[in-house]
């Protein structure tokens, strides 16, 4: 009798210990589930998923030149015609589509110059990468590398999902918004490209598919990487003429 009661405790014993290793396994389940959920750090102004940080850099209103400077088309043109130029932008290069540079033409819708002022706004501090599309897509493009397959319209969507999820009010940067920030804000240095006069400190040739990963390359006055060359990147506005006539946060044509 005494050896079929020591059993009985002895097997209660081991099922209790198996129902513990369980509630342990579930908890850090969950608690894996969590941190590699896509959530909003307020306290950072950075988006976390998979072991992962985006991170939302503050840019502080100001105002600036917009368009295509003189000294700037004199640069790219000397770029170009020693063979550096392919595929990277000089700021203020284009309208919606900010982050390619197919020569002079191009250069030369961005005119005229004219004064232009924004209030603060948030950016990002890198490209979105295609882990963070995925994120909330829900896609496996399984890369670190920025997202380049997405159109506008794609980018819609992927901000309307991006906001439900993480309660946040996201939104495309306007053409005004990101030249600013590409030019290095209040903190300019007045440099042709975002962050130097110099291409390869800064740009990433959009051909190249060993391209490395997102912030490989020096950052801009404001710490924000791949302003210049690299993936495309989306603005809010339309396409439209450029006005000589002073603005105050452009909102691009109707």
């Known amino acids: 009798l005494q050896r079929q009661l020591e059993e009985q405790e002895e097997q209660l014993r081991l099922e209790q210990q198996e129902q513990e290793r369980l509630v342990q396994k579930e908890k850090e389940k969950e608690e894996l589930a969590r941190k590699n959920a896509l959530r909003w750090d307020e306290s950072r102004h950075t988006l976390c998923f998979m072991g992962q940080q985006y991170e939302m850099?503050?840019?502080?209103?100001?105002?600036?030149?917009?368009g295509a400077r003189e000294q700037d088309l004199k640069s790219i043109e000397k770029n170009i015609n020693s063979g550096k130029a392919?595929?990277?932008?000089?700021?203020?290069?284009?309208?919606?589509?900010?982050?390619?540079?197919?020569?002079?033409?191009?250069?030369?819708?961005?005119?005229?110059?004219?004064?232009?002022?924004?209030?603060?706004?948030?950016?990002?501090?890198?490209?979105?990468?295609?882990?963070?599309?995925?994120?909330?897509?829900?896609?496996?493009?399984?890369?670190?590398?920025?997202?380049?397959?997405?159109?506008?319209?794609d980018c819609q969507q992927f901000i309307e999902k991006l906001n439900k999820k993480v309660g946040v009010k996201f939104r495309l940067p306007t053409e005004a918004e990101w030249e600013f920030a590409a030019r290095g804000g209040t903190k300019s240095c007045g440099y042709c490209y975002s962050g130097s006069n110099m291409l390869y400190n800064v740009s990433i040739n959009g051909r190249d598919i060993s391209q490395p990963g997102a912030a490989s390359k020096s950052p801009n006055e404001l710490g924000l990487y791949d302003m210049s060359g690299s993936v495309w990147e989306w603005c809010q506005d339309w396409y439209g003429a450029y006005s000589s006539q002073r603005q105050i946060n452009p909102k691009g044509p109707n």
Request: proline share 4%; charged share 10%.
């Open 57 to 66: 850099v503050l840019i502080d209103g100001g105002s600036f030149l917009m």
């Open 86 to 153: 392919l595929e990277l932008i000089t700021i203020g290069s284009s309208n919606s589509n900010t982050s390619s540079f197919n020569g002079q033409h191009e250069f030369r819708n961005a005119v005229p110059t004219h004064s232009v002022s924004v209030n603060p706004f948030y950016i990002g501090k890198i490209e979105v990468t295609g882990d963070l599309w995925n994120a909330v897509m829900g896609t496996n493009y399984n890369s670190s590398l920025p997202f380049g397959k997405a159109s506008w319209y």
